[in-house]
């Protein structure tokens, strides 16, 4: 964990979901001691199932919604991922968003599995970092514990309208942070852009396991950064890559007249000889 200034820490009289949560947590771990009792294994050979296996390892991330309008804030740990034009909030933190939302059921979307629909939320900033960045906090006298985030809160992207999963539409889509986390804010007037190490965090040796286990860290830089390479490696490699799809913030800036109520979307990063295989996860209305 980092110390960062205008960190903060939820409780669970701000909104935060905890057992979520927990269970978010419980995953991680269990997921760290089942491949640390492998990760000794001089080689092994590992069928891959296309159910399964068709997306590689994942980069965690923690989110936080606050309404504009004022009141608590949400806590999620989710997914980083610059295929999802959207911000999405998984549907077991659905009650904790203002009721009624923006748009009730007027997001929608297609990913890898099918169609999505869910909800549009009332405007919030959001604000994201790697799993660096989650804090918890356990107090010895009423045993409880508190979560929270290291982020600086000059990060937090204002104004987003996010995709907030339900029951019966899209009880499977899981929290996203998508391209509308590189928006401006006032950490990052021009945008951001994501610096992910991949042997970010060694978890097998934080948790006393007998082999080295990394989980990836995800921090948001200035546009326009540049990487360097790491001793005894190769130097970084440079790929030119396009935009696919929109930005709708200009639409999104009607919203103050009532003339718009969709999730805010952001183009995704794609290489010019790649083609989606797939829409990618925004409002189906968009196009």
């Known amino acids: 964990m980092r110390d960062r200034p205008n960190s903060s820490l939820l409780d669970g009289t701000h909104g935060t979901h905890m057992a979520e949560v927990r269970g978010a947590i419980v995953g991680i771990a269990m997921a760290a001691v089942l491949a ?4 000794g294994d001089a080689e092994r050979v590992v069928q891959l199932d296309p159910d399964n296996d068709l997306i590689g390892q994942q980069i965690y991330a923690v989110q936080t919604y606050t309404p504009t309008a004022g009141g608590s804030p949400i806590l999620d740990i989710g997914l980083y991922d610059t295929g999802a034009s959207v911000i999405s909030f998984s549907a077991y933190s659905n009650p904790y968003f203002p009721q009624p939302h923006l748009n009730p059921g007027g997001a929608g979307g297609q990913g890898v599995g099918g169609s999505v629909v869910g909800d549009v939320s009332q405007p919030g900033s959001i604000l994201a970092g790697g799993i660096l960045d989650f804090l918890f906090d356990f107090n010895l006298e009423t045993f409880e514990l508190s979560f929270g985030t290291l982020t600086d809160k000059a990060r937090a992207v204002p104004g987003i309208q996010v995709f907030v999963g339900t029951e019966d539409g899209s009880p499977s889509l899981p929290s996203l942070t998508g391209t509308p986390i590189h928006k401006p804010s006032a950490a990052f007037p021009a945008g951001s852009a994501a610096h992910v190490t991949m042997q970010g965090f060694d978890f097998g040796t934080a948790f006393g396991l007998m082999a080295p286990l990394f989980m ?28 696919f799809g929109t930005d709708n913030a200009r639409n999104q800036r009607l919203a103050t007249k009532g003339l718009s109520i969709r999730t805010d979307f952001f183009a995704s990063p794609l290489h010019r000889f790649v083609r989606p295989f797939v829409p990618s996860l ?3 209305r968009a196009r």
């Open 282 to 284: 925004t409002d189906s």
């Open 216 to 243: 990836p860290q995800l921090d948001l830089v200035p546009t326009g950064s540049s990487l360097t390479g790491r001793e005894g490696g190769t130097p970084p490699v440079r790929l030119p890559l396009g935009r």
């Open 36 to 39: 640390a009792a492998t990760a």
